[in-house]
């Protein structure tokens, strides 16, 4: 038997195709300074590589996660035993072809899935954070990331993207550093919080915090989870992530197991054991305390702001193509928010493409079998593949 050495083994399409567990501590010589004026470091950030990057490290591909999110794009989630939450894009021959880019997905900080958050340990004082750890913010999110990818010797990436708040980001790593972008594509999105959105958040953050086991934020020190407020906080975000028709030709008024109605307070319905079931699973996988600390994060996310209240000045003379997308029935991040985007782009003669995709899927589109977003995202990295000039498969 051929013995392969490890950098032999690892050009194997069976190796390009599995994911990489890695995690690093950085940030040991200069810690991240955060935007509430802290600093916090060394950071751990835990991440997946996908694929392989090629000799002249140009066609690393960043993408950035959701809320709920996590840094396993595909395969089996390690928690959940679930396929990765972008599974339908990521792979050999997908949108996110692994048999061309390298794929790069890390956990946020302030997550709880490896990277330094709440849950974490404070090496001042050898128990978890809790609220002791300083507020974060999107752009302290892609500082950590930008840390991930200068460690990794990556000096340019190909692309950035992520759907929602991983949308957020895209477009914060696109303002923040644009000589490091050569494309990015924010799906679902938009460069502002509005107050419908910090409202909502606002419900899940109370109903958190009103739970007697959250114990002020210390419910790890007490062995306890706020299992009730968290379960309802992901309840009453979930709704938002979908359409009325979607929930509509989901359940409709039908009712769970049963051929009349009971008049109680069972879920009677099945759009309420649906729900309910989100809430339980939800708690088995993500911290309360990470919900606290990355919904404000999003509450706090204004990128025009940073620029003098003008949004095109975030983009001004950039080299970054765009190409921004958004669903017709999504009414969390709709149309118009991702249009303001367009017309800022616009506005500082930027390269942009936007695409408005028809689906009925609410905002949780850009999760599923869409096969126009397949087709716009393979279309926009094949165009920018060849301006970049990487080669094919």
């Known amino acids: 038997m051929t013995m392969q050495t490890p950098d032999q083994a690892a050009q194997t ?12 501590e950085l940030g040991h010589d200069e810690p991240l300074v955060l935007d509430c004026g802290l600093t916090l470091g060394p950071v751990t950030i835990a991440y997946e590589t996908y694929g392989r990057l090629n000799a002249d490290r ?30 339908l894009m990521v792979g050999p021959g997908l949108p996110f072809d692994t048999e061309r880019y390298f794929i790069i997905c890390s956990n946020v900080i302030g997550g709880c899935m490896g990277t330094t958050g709440p849950k974490s340990i404070n090496p001042a004082t050898g128990r978890p954070w809790g609220l002791s750890f300083p507020v974060i913010t999107i752009a302290d999110m892609v500082r950590a990331q930008k840390l991930l990818i200068d460690h990794l010797g990556i000096d340019k990436l190909f692309c950035v993207t992520g759907g929602s708040m991983g949308g957020m980001q895209a477009l914060q790593w696109a ?20 107050a419908q959105n910090i409202a909502f958040h606002e419900v899940g953050r109370q109903a958190i915090m009103a739970d007697p086991d959250w114990c002020g934020g210390n419910y790890m020190e007490h062995s306890k989870v706020p299992r009730r407020g968290l379960a309802v906080a992901r309840m009453t975000a979930h709704i938002t992530y979908l359409s009325e028709a979607a929930l509509h030709r989901k359940f409709g008024r039908r009712l769970q197991d049963r051929a009349r109605v009971g008049y109680g307070f069972e879920a009677e319905f099945q759009v309420e054991s649906y729900l309910r079931h989100q809430g339980s699973s939800f708690v088995e996988r993500f911290d309360a305390n990470s919900y606290l600390y990355i919904t404000r994060a999003m509450d706090y996310f204004d990128l025009a702001a940073e620029y003098g209240g003008t949004l095109a000045n975030a983009f001004k003379g950039t080299p970054v ?28 003669a930027a390269d942009v493409s936007f695409v408005e995709i028809e689906s009925e899927a609410g905002h949780d589109a850009f999760l599923l079998d869409e096969p126009e977003l ?20």
Do not use: M
Request: with cysteine; proline share 7%.
């Open 13 to 24: 399409p069976a190796a390009r195709e599995a994911p990489r567990h890695r995690s690093v």
């Open 58 to 87: 140009s066609n690393a591909i960043l993408v950035c996660h959701a809320l709920t999110g996590d840094q396993y794009l595909t395969g089996r989630h390690p928690v959940t035993g679930k396929p990765g939450w972008w599974s």
């Open 175 to 194: 303002a923040s550093y644009p000589e490091r972008v050569f494309a990015a594509v924010p799906i679902a999105t938009a460069a502002r919080h509005t």
């Open 321 to 348: 193509r765009f190409c921004i997308i958004s669903f017709t029935s999504d009414w969390l991040f709709p149309t118009s928010e991702n249009r303001d985007i367009v017309h800022a782009l616009n506005a500082a």
């Open 374 to 393: 397949r087709a716009t995202l393979g279309g926009f990295l094949n165009g920018c593949a060849e301006k970049r000039g990487l080669s094919t498969p």
